[in-house]
C-alpha cells in the first residue's frame, strides 16, 4: 500500500469533523472517496496532504508511520492535491505557475525563464493537456485553470494525487479530459485519490471505493463487487427509493419572471415557481445563476423583462425593495 489512514480524528471547536477515518490505497489505483456533504472526506485528505494536523490516528506513507505538518512536507514526500479552487497566480503564465517556488535558478538574485518555458512545454506535451506554456492563468477557462493544478502536481512528480471534486464545475467534454488524464497517470504508476458527488463519473474510474458517513469510514470495496445502490445506501444510512414522487396538485404562481435580461449577463430569462414548490437552478460556474439571483434581490440591474409576485409587478432596485416585495436573498 502507498497510503494507509488508521482512526483518524479531527475536530474543529466543539464538531467532530472526523470520528474515525480509515483508508488504504495502493499505487497504480483510482480510488474513489464517496460521502455526503460534511461526511469528512475533505478533511481526511486535508490531513493527507499535511493542511491540517489530526487530533489522532496514524499514517503509514509506504509502509512507514508519517506526519505531514504542512502542505510542503507532504510534496517532498510525493503527495500533492488538486483543490475545488484555483491556487493559482492570475498574472502569471502556465509556465512561471507551474514552477513558482521552485524555479530553476542561475546566478545569485536571477531565474533562468527560458529554462522554465522549456521544461513546463515538455511536461505539457508528454501528458498532451490542450495548453500553451506562455498563456496566462487570468485569461483561462475553469477547466484549463483546472488542468493547470493537475499539470503542476505533476510537476512536483507527485505518486499520490487527490482530486477534490475535479469536475464539479466543468462541462461533458472537459470531463471526459480529465477522466483522460487521471487514466494516464494510473498507467503511470500514480495512486490518485478521487472526491466525486457524481454517481455517473464512478464506474468511469474507479478501482476501488470508500465511503465515509458521519466522519467515519463505514465502507470499502472494488467497484466490480458493488452496486450504486450499495454505495448510496452506505453514504445515507439508509434504502433510498429511486422512483418517481407521486404527482401532486401545483399551487398558485408566487414568482413569475419573464424575459429578465442584464446585457452580456442574462439573456431573456423567463420561469415560474409557485407555492408549496422548491425550484432548482443549474448550470456550470459563470453561467449566471448567482447574478440571476442577485437581480431578482436589487442587487444588480437589469436592463429589460418583467418580475411579478402574487400577480403584482416589482422591479427592486435595492435589496430593501425587494424585501418590502416579498423577495430574500439567503
Same mark, same amino acid.
Given at each position: 500500500?502507498?497510503?494507509? @489512514?488508521?482512526?483518524?480524528?479531527?475536530?474543529f471547536?466543539?464538531?467532530?469533523?472526523?470520528?474515525?477515518?480509515?483508508?488504504?490505497?495502493?499505487?497504480?489505483e483510482?480510488?474513489?472517496? @464517496?460521502?455526503?456533504?460534511?461526511?469528512?472526506?475533505?478533511?481526511?485528505?486535508?490531513?493527507?496532504?499535511?493542511?491540517?494536523?489530526?487530533?489522532?490516528?496514524?499514517?503509514?506513507?509506504?509502509?512507514?508511520?508519517?506526519?505531514?505538518?504542512?502542505?510542503?512536507?507532504?510534496?517532498?514526500?510525493?503527495?500533492?492535491?488538486?483543490?475545488?479552487?484555483?491556487?493559482?497566480?492570475?498574472h502569471?503564465?502556465?509556465?512561471?505557475n507551474?514552477?513558482?517556488?521552485?524555479e530553476?535558478?542561475?546566478?545569485?538574485?536571477?531565474?533562468?525563464?527560458?529554462?522554465?518555458?522549456?521544461?513546463?512545454?515538455?511536461?505539457?506535451?508528454?501528458?498532451?493537456?490542450?495548453l500553451?506554456?506562455?498563456?496566462?492563468?487570468?485569461?483561462?477557462?475553469?477547466?484549463?485553470?483546472?488542468?493547470?493544478?493537475?499539470? %503542476?502536481?505533476?510537476?512536483q512528480?507527485?505518486?499520490? @494525487?487527490?482530486?477534490?471534486?475535479?469536475?464539479?464545475?466543468?462541462?461533458?467534454?472537459?470531463?471526459?479530459?480529465?477522466? %483522460?488524464?487521471?487514466?494516464?497517470?494510473k498507467?503511470?504508476?500514480?495512486a490518485?485519490?478521487?472526491?466525486?458527488?457524481?454517481?455517473?463519473?464512478? %464506474?468511469?474510474?474507479?478501482?476501488?471505493a470508500?465511503?465515509?458517513?458521519?466522519?467515519?469510514?463505514?465502507?470499502?470495496?472494488?467497484?466490480?463487487?458493488?452496486?450504486?445502490?450499495?454505495?448510496?445506501?452506505?453514504?445515507?444510512?439508509?434504502?433510498?427509493?429511486?422512483?418517481?414522487?407521486?404527482?401532486?396538485?401545483?399551487?398558485?404562481?408566487?414568482?413569475?419572471?419573464?424575459?429578465?435580461?442584464?446585457?452580456?449577463v442574462?439573456?431573456?430569462?423567463?420561469?415560474?415557481?409557485?407555492a408549496?414548490?422548491?425550484?432548482?437552478?443549474?448550470?456550470?460556474?459563470?453561467?449566471?445563476?448567482?447574478?440571476?439571483?442577485?437581480?431578482?434581490?436589487?442587487?444588480?440591474?437589469?436592463?429589460?423583462?418583467?418580475?411579478?409576485?402574487?400577480?403584482?409587478?416589482?422591479?427592486?432596485?435595492?435589496?430593501?425593495?425587494?424585501? %418590502?416585495?416579498?423577495?430574500?436573498?439567503?
Amino acid at each position: 500500500m502507498v497510503l494507509e @489512514l488508521q482512526q483518524m480524528q479531527k475536530r474543529f471547536g466543539g464538531i467532530a469533523a472526523l470520528r474515525r477515518g480509515d483508508l488504504r490505497v495502493a499505487a497504480s489505483e483510482v480510488h474513489l472517496l @464517496l460521502g455526503e456533504n460534511g461526511a469528512g472526506k475533505s478533511t481526511l485528505m486535508k490531513i493527507t496532504a499535511g493542511m491540517i494536523l489530526p487530533d489522532a490516528g496514524q499514517l503509514l506513507w509506504r509502509g512507514a508511520p508519517a506526519r505531514f505538518r504542512n502542505p510542503a512536507e507532504a510534496q517532498r514526500a510525493g503527495i500533492a492535491m488538486v483543490h475545488q479552487e484555483s491556487l493559482l497566480a492570475p498574472h502569471l503564465t502556465i509556465a512561471e505557475n507551474l514552477w513558482l517556488g521552485r524555479e530553476p535558478s542561475g546566478p545569485p538574485g536571477f531565474v533562468r525563464r527560458g529554462e522554465i518555458r522549456r521544461l513546463a512545454r515538455e511536461l505539457i506535451a508528454e501528458h498532451r493537456f490542450p495548453l500553451d506554456a506562455d498563456w496566462r492563468v487570468e485569461r483561462l477557462s475553469p477547466a484549463e485553470r483546472q488542468m493547470v493544478e493537475i499539470c %503542476r502536481s505533476i510537476a512536483q512528480k507527485a505518486s499520490l @494525487l487527490i482530486f477534490d471534486e475535479p469536475t464539479s464545475a466543468l462541462s461533458g467534454a472537459e470531463t471526459r479530459e480529465v477522466f %483522460r488524464i487521471v487514466r494516464d497517470l494510473k498507467e503511470r504508476g500514480v495512486a490518485v485519490v478521487y472526491i466525486t458527488h457524481r454517481m455517473g463519473e464512478l %464506474r468511469e474510474l474507479g478501482d476501488r471505493a470508500t465511503v465515509l458517513r458521519d466522519g467515519e469510514t463505514v465502507f470499502s470495496a472494488p467497484m466490480a463487487e458493488v452496486t450504486n445502490d450499495e454505495l448510496v445506501r452506505q453514504m445515507v444510512g439508509r434504502t433510498i427509493s429511486t422512483g418517481r414522487r407521486g404527482g401532486r396538485e401545483s399551487g398558485a404562481i408566487r414568482l413569475k419572471v419573464n424575459g429578465l435580461t442584464r446585457r452580456g449577463v442574462l439573456d431573456k430569462i423567463s420561469f415560474e415557481a409557485r407555492a408549496g414548490e422548491i425550484l432548482g437552478l443549474a448550470g456550470l460556474v459563470g453561467a449566471g445563476r448567482t447574478e440571476l439571483c442577485r437581480a431578482l434581490f436589487g442587487v444588480d440591474p437589469v436592463d429589460s423583462g418583467e418580475v411579478t409576485v402574487d400577480g403584482v409587478p416589482v422591479r427592486p432596485r435595492s435589496p430593501r425593495e425587494a424585501v %418590502r416585495a416579498g423577495i430574500v436573498l439567503a
